[in-house]
């Protein structure tokens, strides 16, 4: 475990730092769709399509999870271990 850690922490590090970056654009956008004063909320005044646009980041984010087409952080990650390697 110890041996993995040194030989992949960059990794680690690219892939918490891409759940970081997720994790805060993912609060970012619900609190402009969601907050009472938030003038994108004034200007879709239906609930469900708010609701429908919060889960559609969520479908996203499922897809690219799932997906076999690589993400930019993964085709990163394939260039920077085939430059280390």
Known sequence: MIDALRNHWPEYLMEAAGLGVFMISACVFTVLLEHPASPVRQAIVNP???????????????HVSVSNC????????????LNHS
């Open 48 to 62: 469900l399509l708010r609701l429908l646009l919060i889960g559609h980041m969520s479908a996203i984010v499922q």
């Open 70 to 81: 690589p993400t930019p952080l993964v085709a990163f990650r394939i260039r920077w271990q």
